[in-house]
């Protein structure tokens, strides 16, 4: 069964960093794609960036050049290096097992205080 644990939200005030973690079981995590999505109240669940077994990445306009996302295969972890954080990046942040097949993380909370 495949699950995935989210950890590193907090609170941090505009401009700050925080690092999130998503540790991966249950499945061979060097094949996996794996992305990080975000849900802002009253907003819908949107992508934040994705990260395919070669390393390739993608990211939301709204994030590019202040988020970074990695994997560490050998720990079967993904990594949302997040700095320069705004109020409108506050939002509860979910991890994605994208492929094979969907799998959710129970989601972490990051606010961003102005």
């Known amino acids: 069964q495949v699950q995935l644990v989210e950890s590193g939200g907090g609170l941090v005030q505009a401009g700050g960093s925080l690092r999130l973690s998503c540790v991966a079981s249950?499945?061979?995590?060097?094949?996996?794609?794996m992305a990080w999505y975000r849900q802002a109240p009253g907003k819908q669940r949107e992508l934040v960036a994705r990260?395919?077994?070669?390393?390739?990445?993608n990211y939301a306009d709204s994030v590019k050049g202040r988020f970074t996302i990695s994997r560490d295969n050998a720990k079967n972890t993904v990594f949302l290096q997040m700095n320069s954080l705004k109020p409108e990046d506050t939002a509860v942040y979910y991890c994605q097992r994208t492929y094979p097949g969907v799998y959710w993380g129970q989601g972490t909370q990051v606010t961003v205080s102005s």
């Open positions: 249950g499945s061979i995590f060097s094949i996996n794609t």
């Open positions: 990260i395919n077994s070669a390393g390739m990445t």
